[in-house]
């Protein structure tokens, strides 16, 4: 069963950064797409950022310029780099696997930006 285990949630204020880590239990590469969504209070799940098995990237706009997504395959983790952080990027941040039409997800780690 694949499993994601996300860590690097926090506390930041305005303007701080934080990096978030995914390690998924198989090779990444057996997965079409890595990435992450989030959500918060009150609020249907969404897109952050997602790569591709190629590396091809995709951002959400609020997330350009400010988050970054990258990966390390010998280690089978995904990371998400927040910088310049909102207290409207307070959310559960979850980590995704997309194989063909299967998706799997973390457990969630929670950000929360203090103004």
């Known amino acids: 069963q694949v499993q994601l285990v996300e860590s690097g949630g926090g506390l930041v204020h305005a303007g701080g950064s934080l990096s978030l880590s995914c390690v998924v239990s198989e090779n990444m590469f057996n997965f079409n ?3 992450w969504y989030r959500q918060a209070p009150g609020k249907q799940r969404e897109l952050v950022a997602t790569m591709s098995i190629g590396g091809s990237l995709n951002y959400a706009d609020f997330a350009k310029g400010r988050f ?3 990966r ?6 995904v990371y998400l780099q927040m910088n310049s952080l909102k207290p409207e990027d307070t959310a559960i941040y979850y980590c995704h696997a997309r194989l063909l039409s299967r998706m799997y997800w973390g457990q969630g780690t929670q950000v929360t930006v203090s103004s």
């Open 72 to 77: 390390d395959g010998a280690k089978n983790t």
């Open 68 to 70: 970054t997504i990258s």
């Open 33 to 35: 797409y890595m990435g």
